[in-house]
């Protein structure tokens, strides 16, 4: 007397052997097919596992009916193909814990110093602040300057020196609190 168990191991059985006629007939057609479309050997292997991983409960269905095993498996490893570049891992977009809720560096007071820095520059006459510019901010000694503008070098000097005590006296001014 065959029970429920036999019937169901012969069925397993015949399933795998199904299978392994699968990987036989449509393995390598269907590599060469991923590959063609990802341009990547190692993904395609990982595609056509997923679609014959897929293809291995309908063994028995796929290979009773007349419709095409090959054409089958091609639409499911196409599919795997579109799931995959469609997926955030083809745009290399991850989120992991150390992406959640960072909190990121508060530079409310950089724009704040930035903006003070800029109404004192503007509190300068034109040459004293023509002066810092060319030599601060863009770096150039008191002679590249003083070539520059068409001035003694000693004047970019005084200029310089009175312009920078200029606005520390102003930048303390604002600092102190008002009384």
Not at 149 to 164: E, N
Request: net charge positive.
């Amino acid at each position: 007397m065959t029970t429920t168990t036999d019937v169901a191991a012969a069925s397993a059985a015949h399933r795998d052997q199904l299978l392994h006629t699968m990987m036989a007939d449509h393995a390598k057609a269907l590599l060469a097919y991923a590959e063609k479309l990802l341009k990547d050997r190692h993904t395609a292997e990982d595609i056509v596992q997923e679609a014959l991983i897929r293809a291995w409960p309908h063994a028995e269905r796929l290979y009773s009916t007349e419709g095409s095993v090959r054409g089958w498996l091609l639409t499911v490893t196409r599919n795997l193909v579109v799931d995959r570049k469609r997926s955030a891992a083809a745009r290399h977009e991850t989120i992991g814990a150390e992406d959640r809720d960072v909190p990121l560096p508060d530079h409310a007071g950089d724009v704040l110093t930035s903006v003070e820095a800029t109404d004192l520059l503007r509190e300068l006459s034109h040459e004293h602040r023509e002066v810092l510019v060319h030599t601060c901010m863009f770096g150039r000694t008191a002679q590249e300057t003083a070539r520059i503008l068409g001035i003694p070098a000693g004047t970019v000097k005084s200029r310089r020196h009175y312009a920078l005590n200029t606005l520390r006296a102003k930048a303390d001014r604002r600092l102190r609190p008002a009384r």
